[in-house]
């Protein structure tokens, strides 16, 4: 039992155990002041008001590593970022809802994109019969799928018919 209990003090004596032990706490520390860092560097993603930021910060600098997981559950889940793009999106939904126009036979609210009336069925548009989308009423062919409604009877001009009809042209003139 004795010399158990020597052979113990002399390992906690022995200088490599006073230097794993100093690594050791070097470690801890070094993780400590990462965690803090990552904790900054995450909440200011997150928060916005510079007060809840310090006070995480602070948090995870008084209690080490629990001060950090309490951040890390009770943080915001959404990005600023992110959130800041959502805002944008909804209002970029309100402009295209107030930029909706009245049907002209029954004044029931129209998307850009629709065909027809949901409400009365008067056709507003035609969509393209190839890939479906909606066509401006002056557009002469589908600028998404490039398909021309009159390209069955006016085929598309070749180097052939050019000269043939250059040939036919020339005896007249
Ligand atoms: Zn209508
Ligand atoms: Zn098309």
Not at 16 to 25: G, R
Not at 52 to 65: D, K, M
Not at 151 to 173: D, F, H, I, K, S
């Amino acid at each position: 039992m004795d010399s158990a209990f020597e052979t113990i003090n002399k390992i906690i004596g022995s200088p490599i155990w006073m230097l794993s032990l100093y690594i050791f706490a070097f470690c801890v520390a070094v993780l400590w002041l990462a965690l803090v860092f990552w904790t900054f560097k995450d909440a200011r993603k997150r928060i916005e008001d510079p007060i809840i930021v310090g006070v995480a910060v602070l948090t995870s600098l008084v209690l080490p590593y629990m001060g950090t997981l309490v951040y890390a559950i009770l943080r915001p889940a959404e990005y600023l970022a992110e959130t800041r793009e959502r805002e944008l999106e909804v209002r970029a939904m309100e402009q295209e809802l107030q930029i909706m126009r009245a049907c002209p036979s029954c004044g029931e609210a129209i998307r850009p994109d629709y065909v027809a009336c949901p409400s009365c069925r008067r056709p507003l548009r035609s969509a393209c019969p190839v890939c479906e989308r909606v066509l401006e009423p002056n557009w002469k062919l589908c600028p998404y799928c490039g398909h021309d409604p009159r390209a069955r009877r006016v085929p598309p001009p070749t180097e052939e018919p050019t000269e043939a009809w250059t040939a036919q042209q020339q005896p007249t003139g």
